[in-house]
Structures are given as C-alpha cells and as structure tokens.
C-alpha cells in the first residue's frame, strides 16, 4: 500500500469524523472512540442517560458509511428470535408448505442494541454469541454475518430496577466501554440552534464505502508498533492485576480481577486505530495512552471492599495509568 | 539531515558515554570519598598519609576503568531509541522505523517513516542527558577533588619524594631530625661521579706540573698550575662535605633580639660548627644504616619499626632516614635496596674525601718543594697558611684586617682554613699587593695596554680583568716602597686569556712572570 493510499485512507476517515460532527454536536472523543471500534471492527458498549443521542449517533455513522443499520430495542419479552431470525412456514406458488429463515435484525452492518440490560440473560447471551462468533446458527444451519460487522450496545445506568445487567465475562466481549457525558451549556445551545429540537440524521451524506472500511481495518491491523509499545500496553494491563508486583495500592486494596488479555489486545488495536485516525504513520506512546480508559473501565472487578467504599474503577485506573512509565524498565 | 544509521550510532555513542560517565561518576564518589577519609585519618595520625601522586593515580585509574566498563556495557538499541523517541518527541519513529528495518511489520511503511524521520531534528545530547543525579554526582566528585587536593597542599611539597606528614605531628626536635634526614637525602641524590672524573683530571694535571718542575723547577706556568690546583680542591672539598645540620629555630632565635646580635645569624652559627662533627656523623649514620641494612631483610615490619625505634635512642638521624625510607617503600625488599643505594653512595663519599685529602697533601709537599726561598722579611707566607699570619700580633693583624677589608670591597673571600685545617669556600681569586722584582721585569706596561686593547672577540668581562691589571699605579722606582694597592687576580683566567690574545710574543712571557709574581704574594 502507497502512502498516497494510506493518506487518502486517512483523510477519508477524517472526513467521516466531520460529517458525524455536523450532526452530533460535542462528543468529539465519543466519536473517535466509535471510529476506533468500526476501524478494529469490533462491538462497543456506550454507557450514559437518555437523550444524549446515542441512536442518533449510530444512525449517523451507519448513513455516512453507506451500511446497512439495524435497531433492536431490548425488552424484557424481547425472544432471541427476534434478534436473530426465526424459520417460519412458506407456502410456495405449487401450494406446497415449507420452513424459509426469515433474517432477524442482526443481519446488519451496524446495530445499535438499545438498553441491552433490558433483555432477559437468554436473549443477551444470543446476541454477544453472535457478536463473538460473527456467525449464527439456526435448526442446524449456520449463517455468516457479513463485513463490517458491529454492535453498539447502550446501556442506561440510572433506571437499574427491572433490568438485568450484563455479566463480566459478557461485558469483557465488548471492545470499548465508551461513557456519553452531558453535553455543557455551548453545546446544548448549539443543539438547539442546529437541529431545532428534532433529531433528524437526513442530511448525513456518505462518505466511505464498505470496501473503504474493510480497506482501511485490514490496513490498521498491520499498523506499525513497536515493540517497547506492546511492552508498555502490557504493563499497563498487568498492572491492574492485584497480585501484580508493579500494581499500584488502590488495584492491591480495591480490585478483585484486573483486565484481561483481551484487554491488552483492545489496548495495542485501539492505539493502533488511534494512530490512524491522528494521521500518524506508526502507534505512539500517546495513542496507548488516549484509548487506555475505554479499553480498561469496563474490565475491572473490584472486590467487596471497592463496591462498598464506592471506589470508582476510573479512580483506580488513574493510578495505573499515573503509577507505569512508558520508558521504565521492565 | 543525517540518516536514520547515523543517527542511531551516534545515539549509541551517546549512550556509552553516559554509561560510562555514570559509572566513572559512582567508583569516583566511592574512591574519592575513601581518599578524604584517608587523608584525615593520614593527618590526624591515625594511619600513615598518602602521597599526592598516590591517590591522584589510584582515583584516575578508578575513574577511568569505570568509565571504560561503562562504555563497554551492550547497548539495547530498542530500549535506546525508544527513549530517544520520548525525549526528543519524535512519536516514537525512531524505534519503530529500527524495527521496521529489522523486518518486524509492514515494510512498505519503512520509506514513509524515513521520509518523515528526514524532517526531525535530533539534539543527542538532549535525546540522551545525563540524569540529575548523575550530574550532581559530578559536582560532589569535584568538591571532593578540591577537597582533596586542599588537605594535600597542606603537606610540604617534600613529602611528595619522601614521607610526608609526620613531621607535623611530631616534636620540634624530631623536625629537625627529619629535615637533617631530608638534607641528607638530597645532598646524596647530587652525583659524586661527576666528582671522580673531575679527581682525575685533577691528578693528571698535578703529575703535568710536577713533572714540569722536575725539568724547571722555576718553571712559572707549572707552578701557577698548582696554585690553580690547589684552589680548585678546596672547592671540591667543601662540595663534597655534608650539608651543616639545621639550627634548632629556638635556639637560632635565642632569648632575643641582643642573642642574635652577640651569636650573629643562624647561617654564621651553622658556618661555624666544626666540620670534623659532621664527618663523624656521616660515619656514624654510614655505620648504623650498615647495622639496619643488614638487619632488616629478617624482620618483619613491627620488628623493623621496633629496631627504628631503638636506633632513634643512639642516632635519631639514621633512624628518621630510615624510617622514612620505609615510608617510601613500604615494602622490605624495596626497603633494602633503597638502604643499600644510600650506603653505596656514602661509601663512595666517604672514598672520594680520601682520595681528595691524599691529593691535598700532595700538592701542599710539591708546593713546598718548588716554593722560592722568601728574602724579604715580612713578607707574606704561603697562600696555603694564610691563617697563621693572623695570630701573629695586632700589628700585623691590623695590615691583615686592611687587607680583608678590601676584599670584602670586591667581594672576594680569601682563602682560608678553618679550626680543623679544612678549607672553606673560596672562589679561586686571590689577592696579593705588587712584587718590586716582578715589576722591575716589565716592559713598558701603557704601550702594551694601547697594544691589548682593542684585541679582536675579548669579551668585556676578560677586558675589565686586563684593565684593572694594567691601570695599577706602577711605580716608577723599583726601589721605593710600595702601597698596598691590591690587585685582583683569576688564575684560570690568566692562563686562558694569555693563550686567547694575542699577545706579542716579547710580551708574554713578561706578562706571565708578572702575575706569576703577584701570585707569591699573600
């Protein structure tokens, strides 16, 4: 690949940035942190209040990049059929009656599942089994899941009663764990005054094609790291390990599991991306650093001690991040 | 913009560099710091000082093989570049790009990091600094130094070739036993071969002389020969004496102003001790060196520092020499072999002063042999016996003191004897009033000064000798009595000039029985 292509990638994907922009008002790295998970293709699990436009942001992203976008809102009744598909009985123009697999929603490209913690553990464990295996199989036959594939989960924290909330080896499947914040005064101003108080994503224009995108996350997959990066991603990792010797003294008093090695995977693809979307040529210390929270904050268990005290996990991220020295010997 | 290899190497250079400062900077703290408790405990007295050379070596040697062993450690490139990267804010290209090379990743990444890394600037020094700690490590290292060279410059600059710093502590009288070894240690590191040769010639030209006496016995230029000689052993004699002991301050300074007044200055004190005591401790140092010498190869270092100790009670000289020779050497071998140096060398002395007294003898029985029978009376005696003419009465001491009195003027010491018939230092002028006969001989005198004068390559200083030879007031009769007018005569001179001008042949032989004739007189 040239470095003509490798930039024309780059301004693609910077353009796309703008575009969702024009749209989603704020949220700048919320966006990058999205374009990260799209560009590793993998799932994310966006955390924060109604009304922050978490829909509206995934609807956005799904027009401007040409995909096909799917919306499952998650109910308690909701069945894993209707996420996935069922057979139903067809009766062809010979009069004769058979099972024909009618698509569930999750044949998409993007999907946003809507307040996933709503659904009852059955129909979530449906849904991450195909957001791991990217394949579904039904009465025996097996059905891919077309490229790009990628799930954007939303979660609700405040309206915890009725839910069911998913468990840490299923939330540990989710890439980045991206947390939506309020939007400040400026930019709620400028909400109003663009969108006049109706959500509305027609005027988003495509500008990715799906080749683009698989161009671009085959590309960012052999992005240049170095070695002592991969070091230092692995260290930040191991460190939150309580019985680690480099962990710091909130991860030793409050941590009942650290991330995993899944984690330290998310960290040096999510820096990868990070470079790609900086118009970087190779992965920096700085882009390890930049997706560190996202790919961490979901991972951490704390032990009763940390739940009780109410120690917040990016509390104790802070101090592994604080604690471990890019240049520091191993 | 240099390459991406010529950065990297210069960046490993670097990095040596800083390893091996860093690693001087530790052995140096470490070493320098043992030096200064060294060098207190050395002034306290605690243990024995060390020598400047000692520990500026010790600490260089230290400084520099640490610093070697730094340079030499391995470099871990990645680790280098990668810090490289993070100082210099370089987005990590350096260590990535090295990567890139080795074959790990995309290689079609590889031009477009090195097109990038063309644009970066890269300061090594900045890349690379040397850590805060190191560099205070460095100053402390350099306090220390001054530290250091402070305590030592406290020490006399003769403790660099012999031992230091005991003296300090020690008494007024052991000072002056270690500077009598000290003195006596340098007046032996002056060659006596020199000396030898020169004894020699010595004899050679004493034999020339006699053996021209022998065929004349009247023979003016042998004679003037021997008169040469005989002054120049007795500079050879006093050069080849012992240094005079130090004068105990105390005692120089005595109970005042009027004491030093009465007793003249330490110097004239010195002059005036007896040189037969020094000859006889020059043989009692040479005898008990001999016993320590031969004693010591089966000692150990206690029992050898005991044997000192006991030899201080009988000779504190020899056991100050000694002990600082021990000092020096610390080693019993070593020791012994500095001893048996010394011992050769004031044997070999010892050889020379006899050899130079028989030859003194001899002259003085060829002197008298050949000496012309003294018709006048009153007159002077023999240049060699000066000193009798002194106790002869108060007239004659009177003329005498006249005499003295305007040598004093030219600044010429006449030749003397001391108490013991040894000569004292002299500088081979004489002075001697005008023989009537001699003068009676000359031509006329004013012609051959026009004549001489403008002589071609003389050097003024030659002129001035032959100037105050020709202006003497010469009298016009022989027969009336003389003035005492002193005329300054250098023998050696003479001779030299007499055979460098050119002197008209009529000439010479009168000019050279004329000084000839002035050297008879007293």
Not at chain 1, 12 to 26: A, D, P, T, Y
Not at chain 1, 83 to 97: A, C, F, N, P, S
Not at chain 2, 256 to 274: D, I, K
Request: negative net charge; aromatic residues 6%; charged residues 25%.
């Amino acid at each position: 690949m040239t470095e003509k292509r490798i930039r024309f990638l780059q301004e693609k994907f910077h353009e796309l940035i703008e575009e969702i922009r024009s749209v989603i008002i704020g949220h700048e790295e919320v966006i990058k942190q999205v374009l990260i998970g799209l560009l590793c293709g993998q799932h994310l699990l966006l955390e924060g209040v109604p009304g922050l436009g978490k829909t509206l942001l995934v609807r956005t992203l799904g027009k401007a990049l040409g995909l096909k976008f799917a919306r499952i809102q998650f109910t308690p009744d909701l069945m894993p059929a209707d996420i996935i598909g069922t057979r139903i009985l067809v009766e062809d123009e010979t009069g004769r009656r058979h099972f024909e697999f009618a698509r569930g929603p999750i044949f998409a490209h993007l999907i946003l599942a809507d307040e996933i913690n709503r659904a009852t553990p059955k129909t979530q464990s449906a849904l991450l089994e195909a957001m791991q295996e990217r394949s579904i199989t039904v009465s025996g036959e097996t059905y891919q899941l077309e490229e790009p594939f990628m799930v954007l989960a939303t979660q609700n924290p405040i309206e915890m009663e009725g839910t069911y909330p998913l468990p840490e080896a299923q939330i540990d499947r989710f890439f980045f764990k991206i947390m939506l914040r309020y939007p400040s005064l400026g930019e709620l101003e400028e909400i109003l005054r663009r969108h006049g108080g109706v959500q509305e994503a027609r005027a988003v224009r495509q500008v990715l094609t799906r080749e683009e995108l698989l161009e671009a996350q085959r590309l960012v997959a052999q992005w240049p790291t170095a070695s002592p990066l991969r070091r230092y991603a692995a260290r930040l990792v191991y460190a939150t390990q309580p019985a680690s010797e480099d962990a710091p003294e909130l991860v030793k008093k409050y941590v009942e599991y650290g991330a995993s090695p899944r984690a330290a995977l998310a960290l040096i693809w999510g820096a990868k991306a990070h470079a790609f979307l900086s118009g970087e040529l190779n992965t920096r210390v700085a882009d390890i650093q930049a997706v560190f929270y996202p790919s961490l904050i979901h991972r951490i268990i704390r032990n009763f001690r940390g739940e009780a005290e109410g120690i917040p996990v990016d509390q104790i991220l802070r101090q592994v991040y604080e604690h471990i020295q890019p240049t520091e010997a191993r | 913009m240099p390459s991406f290899e010529a950065i990297r190497a210069s960046l490993e250079r670097r990095q040596r560099l800083v390893h091996g400062l860093e690693l001087a900077s530790w052995a140096l703290l470490g070493s320098l710091g043992a030096t200064v408790l060294m060098l207190v405990g050395g002034a306290v007295g605690i243990w024995k000082a060390v020598p400047f050379f000692a520990w500026m070596l010790g600490n260089l040697c230290i400084g520099a093989g640490a610093f070697v062993i730094g340079w030499l450690r391995p470099v871990n490139t990645v680790e280098l570049l990668f810090r490289a990267d993070r100082q210099l804010r370089s987005q990590e290209r350096l260590v990535t790009l090295y990567e890139l090379k080795l074959g790990y990743g995309p290689k079609e990444f590889l031009p477009l990091l090195e097109r990038q890394l063309e644009q970066l600037p890269v300061n090594v020094a900045y890349a690379l600094p040397l850590s805060l700690w190191v560099r205070r490590c460095w100053i402390v290292i350099a306090l220390l130094a001054v530290v250091c060279l402070g305590m030592t410059s406290l020490v006399p600059l003769s403790s660099v070739f012999v031992h230091p710093e005991t003296s300090r502590s020690q008494t007024a009288s052991s000072d002056l036993e270690s500077q009598r070894a000290f003195q006596l240690l340098e007046w032996l590191r002056t060659p006596s071969t020199e000396l030898t040769h020169k004894l020699s010639s010595m004899r050679e030209r004493l034999e020339r002389a006699r053996a021209a006496l022998a065929l004349d016995p009247s023979d003016p230029r042998a004679r003037a020969t021997l008169q040469h000689l005989h002054a120049e052993l007795i500079q050879e004699q006093q050069r080849l004496a012992p240094p005079p002991p130090p004068i105990e301050e105390d005692q120089s300074k005595g109970s005042g102003p009027e004491a030093s007044l009465v007793e003249g200055s330490p110097h004239e004190l010195r002059s005036s001790q007896p040189r037969g005591s020094e000859t006889q401790e020059l043989a009692q140092l040479l005898q008990s060196l001999r016993s320590v010498s031969e004693t010591a190869p089966h000692l150990s270092p206690e029992e050898l520092q005991k044997l000192l100790e006991k030899l201080r009670e009988t000779n504190p000289t020899a056991a100050t020499l000694a002990e600082q020779l021990w000092q020096l050497t610390q080693n019993p071998e070593e020791f012994r072999e500095r001893l048996e140096e010394i011992l050769r060398e004031l044997e070999a002395r010892q050889a020379l002063r006899e050899h130079l007294e028989h030859l003194q003898r001899e002259l003085e029985s060829v002197l008298a042999q050949t000496e012309p029978p003294v018709g006048r009376e009153g007159s002077p005696e023999d240049p060699l016996n000066t000193t009798t003419s002194r106790e002869e009465g108060p007239s004659q001491a009177r003329s005498e003191g006249q005499r003295s009195s305007a040598s004093e003027t030219h600044g010429v010491q006449s030749l003397e004897s001391s108490e013991e018939g040894e000569p004292s230092a002299g500088t081979g002028r004489g002075t001697a009033p005008l023989d009537p006969e001699a003068i009676s001989d000359l031509p006329d005198l004013s012609q051959w000064r026009e004549r001489a004068l403008p002589v071609p390559g003389a050097r003024s200083e030659d002129l001035e000798i032959l100037f105050e030879i020709v202006t003497m007031e010469l009298p016009q009769d022989a027969e009336s009595s003389l003035s005492p007018v002193l005329v300054q005569i250098d023998y050696a001179k003479v001779e030299a000039l007499l055979d460098l001008f050119e002197i008209p042949e009529e000439l010479r032989d009168a000019v050279r029985r004329y000084f000839l004739s002035l050297s008879n007189q007293p």
